[in-house]
C-alpha cells in the first residue's frame, strides 16, 4: 500500500532517520536503519500504531522518542528540533510503574528530579507538557493538595485527574466529591470550582474534570482499618470542614489536623510550617537514610544489611 505525505510546510510532529540500535558497537543490529514520519496536518488528529513481534524495538524506539535512550547512530526531530533541545514530549508505560517507596508526591515529581531539578524547585510552580505549569503540590500524610494556576488562553482550559472507575471495587459521585475503594482503601477527591466524571470520548469514566484556570485540588486517603466501610468513610469526608480561597484551601483531615496551602507560602499543619523539602531518601521502618549517602543500613527485627557505596560514583 502507498504512502502519502502532505507535504504542509509545517514542522513534522516526530521524524526519525535511519535510526539504528546495536549493543555491539555495529556488528550485528537489533534496529537497521528505521525511519519513520509523523506529520502536522492542521485541524486533523490522528493515531499512529507501532505493531511487531516481541523483542523487534517498538519499545525502544518509544524510548528514542521520548528522550530515554540514544540510537547507536541515526537522528531523532521532533518539531523540527533534535531530541537533544528541550522539546515537550514524554513517554506513559503501559503497566503502573510508581515507587512503593515513594510517596504520591515524589513520583509525581521524578521526571523533573531525574532531569536535574532540585526537590525544593520541583515543588514550586514550574514549566510542564499538559497545561504547561506543574501545579503547586504539598502532601501530609493521607491528604494531598494541588494548586493550579494556568496561563491565560491556556489550550485545555481545566485541570484532570486519572479516575480508572473499572479499577475500583465501587465508586461514588456525591455532593462534588468523588469517592473510590479499593479492597480496604479508600480515595476522596474534590476539586474548588467542582468536578465530573467524563462520560464520553477516549476518557470516558477514567478521568474527573474541573474547569477553570486557578483551580485547587484535595485529595483524602483512608483505609478500612481507620475509617470504617466505605460508607462511612464517605460521611466522615463530606463531614469535614473545607474552605477554598481563591488562591489557597484551609481544611481538616481525617485525623483531627488543620492545613492550609495555597499558591504561595509554606504548608501550615495546626498553624505551624511543615518543611516541603529535605526529607531523607527513605524514612520506612526499616531503613532511614540520607541522600546523598555512603552508608545504607536496613534492619528488620535482629537483621541489619549494610551496603556501602564508598567510592562508587
Known sequence: MAV?????????????????TSYDRGKSYIIKDFNLLIED????GE???VLGKSGCGKTTVLKYIAGLAQPYSGQILIHGKNREQEVPISMVFQEPSALEHYTVLKNVML?????????EDARQPNFWAGNAVLPRVAQWKDVLIAVHHLPEGDWMGFTHAYFPTYAFNEYALRQGWAFARKENGYLALTAAHGLSLVRGGQAAYRELRSPGQDNIWLCHLGRAALDGDFATFQEKVLDLDIRFESDKVQCKTLRGESLVFGWRGPLLRDGKEVPLSG?????????VTEMPCNIMEIRFNEDLMRLDFTGLS
Open 4 to 20: 502519502t505525505f502532505r507535504n504542509t510546510n509545517l514542522p513534522d510532529i516526530i521524524d526519525l532517520k535511519d535510526i539504528s
Open 41 to 44: 496536518i492542521p485541524d486533523q
Open 47 to 49: 493515531f499512529i500504531v
Open 111 to 119: 521526571p523533573l528530579l531525574y532531569r536535574g531539578v532540585s526537590e
Open 279 to 287: 526529607f531523607p531518601h527513605y524514612n520506612n521502618p526499616y531503613s
